[in-house]
């Protein structure tokens, strides 16, 4: 234990009565509650935190915020690490674990700061004009760059952790909790509205946290908690804290992230560790402050350099001193601030350098009271030390001799740059101001207002209300972005610390032509890390544009992006990941299929039995057993996820007639019928029966996969098109449960179930009726028959599903009933020649799949126009057949290829392909269906099922699609 | 089917002589030397002239390209390239720089194909690093179903030349561990089809290479110059009208994927597409994670790690008309789901910065190269999700077709007319329905 | 995230909505009197605007009524709202 | 035949049976849980869909054969003793009975043509939400508004609900919602809605013969 050497006897915000243990990389410290690992490390005397991206530089905790660039850490480890994450928000809890990454094998010998050394060969750019010969050898080079670059180290585990996301409605959203958004809060609360505050930050507060500043006569934070302690008790406001909006979205919709868990050591399994916030607001209040910029000197990066405004927070916040030897550079009065709470902190300040000629402000008159030395238009020209800072040298701007100052922190201001990101997310614009020297939102698009340092109004006057803040007047601020080098010397000017781009590498854009701002971004990184330029963006554009003798809004700036601060995608995602990524619709017998042994197949969102397990089965061979009995006698299949539509209305044999492209005019009661309905543009859309139940009244399935679709549109047709049409439609997929009753056995079972007489004369094939089934009132029957064998469809009220199955299974017992899953189904439709999905995949014509004769010519209906488009009557279009294999037993596999020669040089001509496959159990071979060019001209013709992709090529005889009983003799027996 | 072998040879001539210092480790050393002084313009920054042989307007991938193969194997050196804003910076800097050619139908595999073959040479071509990475690319599937469809397109692949392999589950586990393969998945991993040759490149490098390469052979790169208007006479373009001027041409060449539509209209033309917004995302830099292209099966999200250690991911366009280059919450939630569904890893890397491009999508889901149905004018566009890919072999067919008043037998399915005809490349079967492509 | 007026449901947000394309895109009232050129402008060509748009919507999730819009492809500010079969100018 | 009928009853199964276990989960709170749920099986659920021309009969009939006009306004719904009716869409509603004491043949039967009647209550599962954190639940998947000034008894609205399809009905300020969702959805759902509670602590209650 090292016992906090930095620490301050009092002041901040922390529970001193409390100790906190934590380890980075290895070496077990001490804080206290109200700590970040940042404020934690530097009571611990720690500066030296990490390495630069590129040159490995080493460097120290910058900033005391979410801008903070060089202050990254692996945070935890094993299955809960995060890399990349901000030792300056990172809230210290008992046991934290932390690493510093991009560094090997330690962080304070890392092999690669070799890096550093080759700096000048490595400018902005490099890798595009090198690493190009020999060709081949890119990959390897690559694997290096790779390794190099990268900043932590991601865990390749599962995240143990839970997240979830959650909409909220406000009348007011205040994004920001310091004096302007506590303030606004207040107002709207006080005339009654809904208000939403949020606050990136474990408290409220904001700079009045890290500022010495008396509101009314007492301490700023009283007037802090008194107006947040009233806030969150009353009725229609919520405030959240550690809650970080990022986003911006159309009418006013903020999204924000919640971090309910990351500051406990253990975690409540019931609550998220994030919680993602959408938030539509009526009015938005964006009062989300502003971040210090500092200024690009020579040599600007080194451990202890730090901006003035995170110094005095380490020491108000946080009760740590940042240093006991200080050295200030600035270029307004603000930054003064630091050099009196450090003195008061007894620390000494041994100069203030600042570049304004004149320098007569009331604070820096408190300064040079206290005997501190300010010189005026001076900047830094050089630093020396290399894992801690120890002497600034610096001169005078207009040149003249160096003075060297020891310390062991360097403060550095350069004025503040408003946070106008979600400003410019939600499309306002933002303009330059050149007095403050800082960007400003102007023009809003949505209805949204900046108030406070984010619309650039810094004092407590703009942001209080019938409150008074302790202001002093202060003199302008001069606006600089960097400093020269002395003459002859080639310091690097770092403006982004993070990726290591430097002024010089700027100038570089500038001379190669990558001019405009994006250019400038992309080709140096600039702005590009995890920071996203949030102390580097405005600096490197006002370098560029000095380079170009143009003012910073001549050169422009690059549009914010969401997020504002990164989101883990744990918090984007939410609930919907693994199991719960997408609902699972389940059948009523679900149960059942799932307690007798079924292997589920996915069908949509459906699971449905693919088959039913015995011991020592292969789907190949479960399949031919159930579909054997059912050949042999009787076996049932759920069909339950088939799409029905109910349709009624005195039109709804009119709207069948322009939907599908059949007749239904003169479609009997009672009598059901397969229709295929087109696509808009001409091609085969869906297939199923529909049925007419009574003069006015039809039910339509449609395949499993178009029933959401199909209804869509019919609703489409109905609402927008022809709504003179009186029709209703309704989904009523899951008001049934449907069971095919296969086999030739299937007439006795059934009829010892059902209050008809199904006798084939009395309910011959495509017959359908109303009835009661096995006691169950409400049923419907339907003599349709996928199999190709005598068959019957049953619908009943899906909650008697199980009952009317249960039914079958036991009045069928003596008749040897089974069950059947859709491979079975699919070996009897592939048997019969019946096309499915596999064919009628959105590139097939009905002429293609052998259905041209249903299209009627008496009348008009939907794609009906467009299917007789040249390109869609080709003969020479791929159309269904059957194949088999010449040698009478390979199995022929989907997704083959129909070849003439495949073993012919590429680009072998390709003359269709195997669709669907299946072991006919009836003729005892491997069975297919495939699209051909030229289709049934080809019967007779050999071809080969090439599939190259396991260097097969199975020889194949073209023959029907009708393997079995071509004239559907069985099923009307 | 091409007559005479799959694929024009493509062969890179030695660079001609090179006014600018050429890029190679040894100028690299030479002028870290002198600090990186002696460092010339990339491209030049010309003044528009009164009138070129061809303008080409848009200066992303596509438009720089067409200008360096028109300067390079055609002969035609006066070429204008007209950028309303700074070069790259549509769909060309804002793509999740995916390369592949692992397509269906014939007339897309045969033009990606001749892309990815040019790919293969462009970074020595150009004299400039693309970063063109064969680290390949594999499709998830997730059903029986899915498999057979993948396997029908690895076949074809394979059949016209193009390198493809399916892998089983555990080959795709023992490559990707990471992913998903416990019992806690909504949609299991089946296997995958896996194109070795696929990868990625470096976007922003692809336009600053061919620009650098075109500029050095003579064509004027023209940056915030916006073309307003054509000028038509007598049923022909002759030049057009731009901010900066007229400028007249014997030949004007559209390249603007994402305007195309509003480009058109000034002409009088009304086309098979729709402007929508695809959106694209990266995390903070990683050290390496993700060694392949991986694209989800069972939802909309595909997602590689680029050199920087970001990893690049997207998913599915918005599905509504629309300009802004900005996207909303939902769908960026479904493909983030997506993603941590497919590798549950993801979910505690953080999402660092999400955009938008605004992409043609055409009505068969295929882009459109051709001629115009006006004289002298030319069409490019309506790439969907795969104009990045395409850029070399984009360019190169365009220029052939600018060069000879006729597209190459790679482009001449992608016509205006295969609409009418009912001749569609529809790579998917979806329809008309720019949201299904 | 677009807020759609649904002129039932009142402003409900996109992801109870299906965006249903281009509704200047009218169905033929005459099918059989339909040139093959007008039914390929029907289904294919696309103005396309940078700017308003007339579109449908199908409210799926909710009232699952399909409606007119008119947006701004450019803002995506949402101007006025119609039941599929009505007029957006009244 | 005809014996078909004198089966015994045939057992009714709710897609949630099963499913459901009573008792008290998630996070203890103080005070108890903040979530109470559990089923209404056996539901009878009427879909009435009139045309614009036959709408104002169609209530008519509906007030007559129940005793109260269905809501005219949308995403309105209305209780008389047990009976719900909720719009649904324009001159569209469902009557929602914890009997069959109407049933869709019987009003069918005397609204003619001027309305289709359909038959929902196999095809949809509803879950009875309450307890004083209902209306912070509902926001965890779910878009609107469920501030009581928004939402309160007698307004109902289909939605987005947990990745599924839902109808929402506010039947008491206490408050009390009646979640409607497709059948096949209903596992999914229960899993999701469960799951959701969990930080507020849930009881489930037994469900009655009749919802």
């Given at each position: 234990?090292?016992?906090?050497?930095?620490?301050?006897?009092?002041?901040?915000?922390?529970?001193?009565?409390?100790?906190?243990?934590?380890?980075?990389?290895?070496?077990?410290?001490?804080?206290?509650?109200?700590?970040?690992?940042?404020?934690?490390?530097?009571?611990?005397?720690?500066?030296?935190?990490?390495?630069?991206?590129?040159?490995?530089?080493?460097?120290?905790?910058?900033?005391?915020?979410?801008?903070?660039?060089?202050?990254?850490?692996?945070?935890?480890?094993?299955?809960?690490?995060?890399?990349?994450?901000?030792?300056?928000?990172?809230?210290?809890?008992?046991?934290?674990?932390?690493?510093?990454?991009?560094?090997?094998?330690?962080?304070?010998?890392?092999?690669?700061?070799?890096?550093?050394?080759?700096?000048?060969?490595?400018?902005?750019?490099?890798?595009?004009?090198?690493?190009?010969?020999?060709?081949?050898?890119?990959?390897?080079?690559?694997?290096?760059?790779?390794?190099?670059?990268?900043?932590?180290?991601?865990?390749?585990?599962?995240?143990?952790?839970?997240?979830?996301?959650?909409?909220?409605?406000?009348?007011?959203?205040?994004?920001?909790?310091?004096?302007?958004?506590?303030?606004?809060?207040?107002?709207?609360?006080?005339?009654?509205?809904?208000?939403?505050?949020?606050?990136?930050?474990?408290?409220?507060?904001?700079?009045?946290?890290?500022?010495?500043?008396?509101?009314?006569?007492?301490?700023?934070?009283?007037?802090?908690?008194?107006?947040?302690?009233?806030?969150?008790?009353?009725?229609?406001?919520?405030?959240?804290?550690?809650?970080?909006?990022?986003?911006?979205?159309?009418?006013?919709?903020?999204?924000?992230?919640?971090?309910?868990?990351?500051?406990?050591?253990?975690?409540?399994?019931?609550?998220?560790?994030?919680?993602?916030?959408?938030?539509?607001?009526?009015?938005?209040?964006?009062?989300?402050?502003?971040?210090?910029?500092?200024?690009?000197?020579?040599?600007?990066?080194?451990?202890?350099?730090?901006?003035?405004?995170?110094?005095?927070?380490?020491?108000?916040?946080?009760?740590?001193?940042?240093?006991?030897?200080?050295?200030?550079?600035?270029?307004?009065?603000?930054?003064?601030?630091?050099?009196?709470?450090?003195?008061?902190?007894?620390?000494?300040?041994?100069?203030?350098?600042?570049?304004?000629?004149?320098?007569?402000?009331?604070?820096?008159?408190?300064?040079?009271?206290?005997?501190?030395?300010?010189?005026?238009?001076?900047?830094?020209?050089?630093?020396?030390?290399?894992?801690?800072?120890?002497?600034?040298?610096?001169?005078?701007?207009?040149?003249?001799?160096?003075?060297?100052?020891?310390?062991?922190?360097?403060?550095?201001?350069?004025?503040?740059?408003?946070?106008?990101?979600?400003?410019?997310?939600?499309?306002?614009?933002?303009?330059?101001?050149?007095?403050?020297?800082?960007?400003?939102?102007?023009?809003?698009?949505?209805?949204?207002?900046?108030?406070?340092?984010?619309?650039?109004?810094?004092?407590?006057?703009?942001?209080?209300?019938?409150?008074?803040?302790?202001?002093?007047?202060?003199?302008?601020?001069?606006?600089?972005?960097?400093?020269?080098?002395?003459?002859?010397?080639?310091?690097?000017?770092?403006?982004?610390?993070?990726?290591?781009?430097?002024?010089?590498?700027?100038?570089?854009?500038?001379?190669?032509?990558?001019?405009?701002?994006?250019?400038?971004?992309?080709?140096?990184?600039?702005?590009?890390?995890?920071?996203?330029?949030?102390?580097?963006?405005?600096?490197?554009?006002?370098?560029?544009?000095?380079?170009?003798?143009?003012?910073?809004?001549?050169?422009?700036?690059?549009?914010?992006?969401?997020?504002?601060?990164?989101?883990?995608?744990?918090?984007?995602?939410?609930?919907?990941?693994?199991?719960?990524?997408?609902?699972?619709?389940?059948?009523?017998?679900?149960?059942?299929?799932?307690?007798?042994?079924?292997?589920?197949?996915?069908?949509?969102?459906?699971?449905?039995?693919?088959?039913?397990?015995?011991?020592?089965?292969?789907?190949?061979?479960?399949?031919?057993?159930?579909?054997?009995?059912?050949?042999?006698?009787?076996?049932?299949?759920?069909?339950?996820?088939?799409?029905?539509?109910?349709?009624?209305?005195?039109?709804?044999?009119?709207?069948?007639?322009?939907?599908?492209?059949?007749?239904?005019?003169?479609?009997?009661?009672?009598?059901?019928?397969?229709?295929?309905?087109?696509?808009?543009?001409?091609?085969?859309?869906?297939?199923?029966?529909?049925?007419?139940?009574?003069?006015?009244?039809?039910?339509?399935?449609?395949?499993?996969?178009?029933?959401?679709?199909?209804?869509?549109?019919?609703?489409?047709?109905?609402?927008?098109?022809?709504?003179?049409?009186?029709?209703?439609?309704?989904?009523?997929?899951?008001?049934?449960?449907?069971?095919?009753?296969?086999?030739?056995?299937?007439?006795?079972?059934?009829?010892?179930?059902?209050?008809?007489?199904?006798?084939?004369?009395?309910?011959?094939?495509?017959?359908?009726?109303?009835?009661?089934?096995?006691?169950?009132?409400?049923?419907?029957?339907?003599?349709?028959?996928?199999?190709?064998?005598?068959?019957?469809?049953?619908?009943?009220?899906?909650?008697?599903?199980?009952?009317?199955?249960?039914?079958?299974?036991?009045?069928?017992?003596?008749?040897?009933?089974?069950?059947?899953?859709?491979?079975?189904?699919?070996?009897?439709?592939?048997?019969?020649?019946?096309?499915?999905?596999?064919?009628?995949?959105?590139?097939?014509?009905?002429?293609?799949?052998?259905?041209?004769?249903?299209?009627?010519?008496?009348?008009?209906?939907?794609?009906?126009?467009?299917?007789?488009?040249?390109?869609?009557?080709?003969?020479?279009?791929?159309?269904?057949?059957?194949?088999?294999?010449?040698?009478?037993?390979?199995?022929?596999?989907?997704?083959?290829?129909?070849?003439?020669?495949?073993?012919?040089?590429?680009?072998?001509?390709?003359?269709?392909?195997?669709?669907?496959?299946?072991?006919?159990?009836?003729?005892?071979?491997?069975?297919?269906?495939?699209?051909?060019?030229?289709?049934?001209?080809?019967?007779?013709?050999?071809?080969?099922?090439?599939?190259?992709?396991?260097?097969?090529?199975?020889?194949?005889?073209?023959?029907?699609?009708?393997?079995?009983?071509?004239?559907?003799?069985?099923?009307?027996? | 089917?091409?007559?005479?072998?799959?694929?024009?040879?493509?062969?890179?001539?030695?660079?001609?002589?090179?006014?600018?210092?050429?890029?190679?480790?040894?100028?690299?050393?030479?002028?870290?030397?002198i600090r990186h002084t002696g460092w010339k313009r990339a491209w030049r920054n010309p003044e528009p002239k009164a009138a070129y042989d061809v303008i080409i307007i848009g200066g992303g991938g596509h438009g720089l390209a067409t200008a360096y193969y028109l300067a390079k194997l055609h002969g035609i050196?006066?070429?204008?390239?007209?950028?309303?804003?700074?070069?790259?910076?549509?769909?060309?800097?804002?793509?999740?720089?995916?390369?592949?050619?692992?397509?269906?139908?014939?007339?897309?595999?045969?033009?990606?194909?001749?892309?990815?073959?040019?790919?293969?040479?462009?970074?020595?071509?150009?004299?400039?690093?693309?970063?063109?990475?064969?680290?390949?690319?594999?499709?998830?599937?997730?059903?029986?179903?899915?498999?057979?469809?993948?396997?029908?397109?690895?076949?074809?692949?394979?059949?016209?030349?193009?390198?493809?392999?399916?892998l089983s589950r555990d080959e795709v586990r023992k490559r990707i561990p990471e992913l998903d393969f416990s019992d806690q998945v909504r949609f299991p991993i089946c296997g995958g089809l896996l194109q070795p040759r696929g990868g990625t490149a470096r976007h922003d490098g692809v336009a600053w290479g061919?620009?650098?390469?075109?500029?050095?052979?003579?064509?004027?790169?023209?940056?915030?110059?916006?073309?307003?208007?054509?000028?038509?006479?007598?049923?022909?373009?002759?030049?057009?009208?731009?901010?900066?001027?007229?400028?007249?041409?014997?030949?004007?060449?559209?390249?603007?994927?994402?305007?195309?539509?509003?480009?058109?209209?000034?002409?009088?033309?009304?086309?098979?597409?729709?402007?929508?917004?695809?959106?694209?995302?990266?995390?903070?830099?990683?050290?390496?994670?993700?060694?392949?292209?991986?694209?989800?099966?069972?939802?909309?999200?595909?997602?590689?790690?680029?050199?920087?250690?970001?990893?690049?991911?997207?998913?599915?366009?918005?599905?509504?008309?629309?300009?802004?280059?900005?996207?909303?919450?939902?769908?960026?939630?479904?493909?983030?789901?997506?993603?941590?569904?497919?590798?549950?890893?993801?979910?505690?890397?953080?999402?660092?910065?999400?955009?938008?491009?605004?992409?043609?999508?055409?009505?068969?889901?295929?882009?459109?190269?051709?001629?115009?149905?006006?004289?002298?004018?030319?069409?490019?566009?309506?790439?969907?999700?795969?104009?990045?890919?395409?850029?070399?072999?984009?360019?190169?067919?365009?220029?052939?077709?600018?060069?000879?008043?006729?597209?190459?037998?790679?482009?001449?399915?992608?016509?205006?007319?295969?609409?009418?005809?009912?001749?569609?490349?529809?790579?998917?079967?979806?329809?008309?329905?720019?949201?299904?492509? | 995230?677009?807020?759609?007026?649904?002129?039932?449901?009142?402003?409900?947000?996109?992801?109870?909505?299906?965006?249903?394309?281009?509704?200047?895109?009218?169905?033929?009232?005459?099918?059989?009197?339909?040139?093959?050129?007008?039914?390929?402008?029907?289904?294919?060509?696309?103005?396309?605007?940078?700017?308003?748009?007339?579109?449908?919507?199908?409210?799926?999730?909710?009232?699952?009524?399909?409606?007119?819009?008119?947006?701004?492809?450019?803002?995506?500010?949402?101007?006025?709202?119609?039941?599929?079969?009505?007029?957006?100018?009244? | 035949?005809?014996?078909?009928?004198?089966?015994?009853?045939?057992?009714?199964?709710?897609?949630?049976?099963?499913?459901?276990?009573?008792?008290?989960?998630?996070?203890?709170?103080?005070?108890?849980?903040?979530?109470?749920?559990?089923?209404?099986?056996?539901?009878?659920?009427?879909?009435?869909?009139?045309?614009?021309?036959?709408?104002?009969?169609?209530?008519?009939?509906?007030?007559?054969?129940?005793?109260?006009?269905?809501?005219?306004?949308?995403?309105?719904?209305?209780?008389?003793?047990?009976?719900?009716?909720?719009?649904?869409?324009?001159?569209?509603?469902?009557?929602?009975?914890?009997?069959?004491?109407?049933?869709?043949?019987?009003?069918?039967?005397?609204?003619?043509?001027?309305?289709?009647?359909?038959?929902?209550?196999?095809?949809?599962?509803?879950?009875?939400?309450?307890?004083?954190?209902?209306?912070?639940?509902?926001?965890?998947?779910?878009?609107?508004?469920?501030?009581?000034?928004?939402?309160?008894?007698?307004?109902?609205?289909?939605?987005?609900?947990?990745?599924?399809?839902?109808?929402?009905?506010?039947?008491?300020?206490?408050?009390?919602?009646?979640?409607?969702?497709?059948?096949?959805?209903?596992?999914?759902?229960?899993?999701?809605?469960?799951?959701?509670?969990?930080?507020?602590?849930?009881?489930?209650?037994?469900?009655?013969?009749?919802?």
């Amino acid at each position: 234990m090292t016992g906090q050497p930095w620490r301050l006897e009092n002041g901040g915000h922390i529970d001193r009565s409390c100790s906190l243990s934590f380890a980075f990389d290895g070496k077990i410290m001490e804080g206290h509650p109200g700590d970040t690992l940042a404020s934690a490390l530097l009571a611990n005397g720690t500066h030296l935190v990490g390495r630069s991206f590129k040159y490995h530089r080493p460097r120290g905790i910058f900033s005391a915020g979410v801008e903070e660039p060089n202050a990254l850490v692996e945070l935890r480890t094993g299955n809960r690490q995060e890399p990349n994450s901000l030792a300056t928000t990172t809230e210290l809890f008992d046991g934290l674990e932390a690493s510093s990454q991009n560094r090997w094998p330690n962080l304070r010998f890392d092999f690669s700061q070799a890096n550093g050394a080759l700096s000048r060969f490595l400018p902005a750019g490099f890798y595009y004009k090198t690493f190009m010969w020999p060709a081949n050898l890119w990959l390897t080079y690559e694997h290096f760059i790779r390794k190099a670059a990268g900043m932590g180290i991601a865990s390749r585990e599962s995240d143990p952790d839970r997240y979830e996301s959650r909409s909220a409605h406000c009348d007011v959203l205040v994004v920001g909790g310091g004096p302007a958004g506590l303030t606004a809060a207040m107002t709207a609360a006080e005339i009654g509205e809904r208000v939403i505050v949020l606050e990136q930050a474990p408290h409220f507060g904001g700079w009045l946290r890290r500022e010495k500043r008396t509101i009314d006569g007492s301490p700023a934070m009283d007037w802090v908690d008194a107006v947040s302690t009233r806030l969150s008790a009353m009725a229609d406001v919520r405030v959240l804290t550690r809650t970080s909006a990022f986003g911006y979205y159309d009418h006013n919709m903020i999204t924000a992230v919640e971090r309910v868990q990351d500051h406990v050591p253990k975690s409540d399994p019931f609550l998220p560790r994030q919680r993602l916030w959408s938030i539509r607001a009526k009015r938005v209040v964006l009062a989300t402050g502003a971040v210090e910029q500092p200024i690009a000197f020579p040599e600007n990066d080194r451990p202890g350099v730090m901006l003035a405004g995170a110094a005095r927070t380490y020491i108000n916040e946080y009760g740590v001193l940042p240093g006991r030897m200080a050295v200030l550079q600035t270029n307004n009065d603000n930054a003064y601030r630091s050099a009196i709470d450090l003195l008061d902190a007894g620390a000494r300040v041994t100069a203030v350098l600042d570049v304004r000629d004149h320098v007569d402000g009331h604070l820096p008159n408190q300064v040079r009271d206290r005997g501190v030395p300010i010189l005026q238009g001076y900047g830094v020209v050089e630093t020396k030390g290399y894992f801690a800072i120890r002497q600034v040298l610096a001169r005078p701007l207009v040149g003249g001799p160096v003075r060297r100052y020891d310390c062991d922190l360097l403060c550095v201001s350069g004025g503040w740059a408003p946070q106008v990101h979600l400003h410019s997310q939600s499309g306002g614009k933002v303009v330059f101001d050149a007095e403050k020297g800082c960007f400003l939102p102007s023009e809003a698009r949505q209805n949204c207002v900046s108030i406070g340092s984010a619309a650039g109004l810094f004092t407590l006057k703009d942001c209080l209300k019938g409150a008074n803040g302790d202001d002093v007047p202060e003199q302008a601020i001069k606006p600089t972005w960097s400093l020269p080098n002395a003459p002859g010397r080639h310091g690097k000017r770092f403006v982004d610390f993070q990726d290591d781009v430097t002024a010089e590498d700027v100038a570089l854009a500038h001379r190669e032509g990558y001019v405009s701002v994006e250019h400038l971004k992309r080709y140096t990184t600039l702005g590009m890390g995890t920071d996203q330029g949030k102390t580097s963006n405005v600096i490197g554009l006002a370098i560029m544009a000095k380079l170009k003798g143009q003012n910073i809004p001549a050169v422009g700036t690059t549009k914010f992006r969401p997020p504002y601060t990164a989101v883990s995608m744990g918090a984007m995602a939410g609930r919907a990941v693994g199991h719960h990524f997408q609902p699972l619709r389940r059948s009523p017998m679900d149960n059942w299929h799932h307690d007798n042994g079924c292997k589920w197949v996915d069908a949509g969102l459906w699971r449905r039995p693919h088959f039913y397990t015995r011991p020592g089965e292969d789907v190949n061979s479960a399949a031919l057993r159930e579909g054997r009995t059912v050949r042999a006698g009787v076996g049932i299949v759920d069909v339950s996820t088939l799409g029905k539509i109910d349709i009624q209305g005195p039109d709804a044999a009119e709207l069948l007639n322009r939907i599908y492209v059949n007749g239904w005019k003169k479609l009997a009661v009672g009598k059901a019928r397969y229709g295929v309905m087109l696509r808009e543009d001409g091609m085969a859309y869906d297939d199923g029966t529909t049925s007419r139940l009574s003069e006015n009244h039809f039910i339509m399935t449609t395949t499993t996969a178009n029933a959401g679709p199909v209804l869509a549109k019919l609703e489409y047709y109905l609402q927008a098109v022809w709504p003179e049409l009186r029709v209703q439609v309704a989904c009523v997929t899951d008001q049934y449960a449907a069971i095919a009753v296969a086999g030739p056995k299937s007439r006795d079972v059934m009829q010892r179930l059902i209050d008809l007489d199904i006798s084939n004369d009395a309910f011959p094939f495509m017959a359908a009726a109303p009835c009661c089934f096995a006691g169950i009132a409400g049923a419907r029957l339907f003599r349709i028959s996928f199999s190709g064998e005598l068959a019957y469809e049953i619908n009943v009220p899906a909650d008697y599903g199980q009952a009317a199955w249960n039914a079958l299974l036991e009045t069928g017992r003596e008749d040897g009933v089974g069950v059947y899953g859709i491979e079975a189904m699919s070996a009897f439709r592939i048997e019969k020649g019946h096309v499915a999905g596999p064919e009628i995949n959105g590139q097939t014509t009905i002429g293609d799949l052998g259905l041209g004769g249903l299209q009627s010519e008496q009348k008009h209906n939907i794609g009906k126009s467009l299917a007789i488009r040249e390109g869609l009557i080709d003969p020479a279009r791929p159309a269904v057949v059957g194949l088999v294999p010449v040698d009478g037993k390979t199995w022929i596999k989907a997704g083959a290829q129909l070849v003439e020669n495949p073993d012919a040089p590429p680009p072998v001509a390709m003359l269709g392909h195997v669709t669907s496959i299946a072991y006919s159990g009836e003729l005892n071979h491997p069975i297919a269906l495939a699209l051909l060019s030229g289709g049934k001209e080809r019967a007779g013709e050999e071809l080969y099922a090439a599939f190259p992709l396991r260097n097969e090529a199975v020889r194949v005889r073209v023959v029907s699609p009708h393997f079995v009983d071509p004239d559907g003799e069985r099923m009307r027996v | 089917m091409l007559k005479g072998g799959l694929y024009p040879s493509v062969r890179f001539p030695q660079m001609e002589a090179y006014e600018l210092t050429r890029y190679s480790i040894f100028s690299l050393i030479k002028q870290g030397l002198i600090r990186h002084t002696g460092w010339k313009r990339a491209w030049r920054n010309p003044e528009p002239k009164a009138a070129y042989d061809v303008i080409i307007i848009g200066g992303g991938g596509h438009g720089l390209a067409t200008a360096y193969y028109l300067a390079k194997l055609h002969g035609i050196h006066n070429v204008a390239v007209l950028e309303k804003g700074w070069l790259g910076g549509g769909n060309t800097g804002r793509n999740t720089t995916i390369i592949r050619s692992n397509y269906l139908l014939d007339p897309n595999a045969h033009l990606y194909e001749h892309s990815m073959k040019l790919w293969e040479g462009l970074s020595q071509d150009l004299n400039f690093n693309v970063m063109f990475s064969q680290r390949g690319v594999l499709n998830l599937c997730h059903s029986k179903a899915q498999t057979d469809a993948f396997a029908r397109r690895g076949n074809a692949m394979r059949l016209n030349g193009i390198d493809a392999e399916l892998l089983s589950r555990d080959e795709v586990r023992k490559r990707i561990p990471e992913l998903d393969f416990s019992d806690q998945v909504r949609f299991p991993i089946c296997g995958g089809l896996l194109q070795p040759r696929g990868g990625t490149a470096r976007h922003d490098g692809v336009a600053w290479g061919f620009a650098r390469a075109a500029d050095q052979r003579g064509v004027d790169i023209i940056q915030n110059c916006e073309v307003t208007d054509f000028i038509i006479e007598g049923g022909r373009v002759t030049g057009v009208e731009t901010t900066r001027g007229k400028i007249t041409a014997g030949k004007v060449a559209m390249a603007v994927a994402g305007h195309t539509g509003v480009l058109a209209q000034k002409a009088g033309l009304t086309l098979p597409i729709e402007s929508h917004i695809l959106q694209a995302m990266v995390s903070e830099p990683l050290k390496p994670l993700l060694d392949t292209v991986v694209t989800f099966g069972a939802g909309h999200f595909y997602i590689s790690q680029s050199d920087k250690g970001g990893m690049v991911f997207g998913g599915d366009i918005e599905g509504y008309n629309s300009y802004a280059q900005r996207g909303n919450l939902p769908t960026l939630e479904h493909v983030i789901s997506a993603g941590v569904s497919m590798m549950p890893c993801l979910s505690r890397v953080r999402m660092l910065r999400s955009w938008g491009g605004t992409v043609d999508m055409t009505m068969d889901g295929s882009p459109i190269i051709g001629k115009a149905p006006i004289e002298g004018l030319f069409i490019n566009g309506g790439w969907n999700y795969g104009g990045f890919k395409a850029t070399p072999g984009s360019g190169w067919v365009y220029a052939h077709t600018i060069a000879n008043d006729a597209p190459h037998p790679l482009n001449e399915a992608f016509t205006l007319e295969r609409f009418a005809r009912g001749r569609l490349i529809d790579e998917r079967g979806a329809g008309a329905n720019p949201a299904l492509h | 995230m677009l807020l759609i007026k649904c002129p039932w449901c009142g402003e409900r947000d996109m992801v109870e909505f299906t965006h249903g394309g281009d509704a200047t895109k009218v169905y033929p009232k005459d099918p059989n009197a339909t040139t093959s050129e007008e039914w390929h402008d029907f289904i294919y060509l696309r103005e396309n605007p940078c700017g308003e748009h007339v579109e449908y919507w199908h409210h799926v999730a909710g009232c699952r009524q399909w409606l007119k819009v008119r947006r701004d492809t450019t803002t995506h500010d949402i101007l006025t709202t119609a039941p599929a079969d009505g007029d957006l100018d009244t | 035949m005809g014996s078909a009928c004198v089966f015994d009853k045939p057992e009714r199964l709710s897609a949630l049976s099963g499913v459901i276990e009573p008792g008290t989960f998630g996070r203890k709170i103080a005070g108890g849980p903040g979530i109470t749920l559990r089923e209404r099986p056996n539901l009878s659920i009427i879909q009435v869909a009139a045309y614009a021309d036959t709408a104002e009969e169609t209530g008519a009939v509906i007030q007559d054969l129940i005793g109260v006009l269905p809501p005219p306004e949308p995403n309105r719904s209305i209780m008389v003793d047990s009976i719900q009716i909720c719009w649904i869409a324009p001159h569209k509603w469902w009557i929602i009975e914890t009997d069959q004491r109407h049933g869709a043949e019987f009003i069918a039967g005397h609204l003619g043509n001027g309305a289709a009647v359909t038959s929902q209550g196999h095809g949809r599962s509803c879950i009875r939400l309450s307890g004083p954190s209902a209306r912070d639940l509902l926001p965890k998947g779910c878009t609107l508004d469920f501030h009581p000034s928004r939402f309160s008894a007698g307004h109902c609205a289909q939605t987005s609900l947990g990745h599924s399809n839902a109808l929402i009905n506010c039947i008491d300020d206490e408050p009390i919602f009646d979640l409607y969702v497709f059948r096949s959805y209903a596992v999914s759902f229960w899993e999701w809605i469960a799951d959701a509670a969990g930080e507020f602590g849930y009881q489930v209650s037994s469900s009655p013969e009749h919802g």
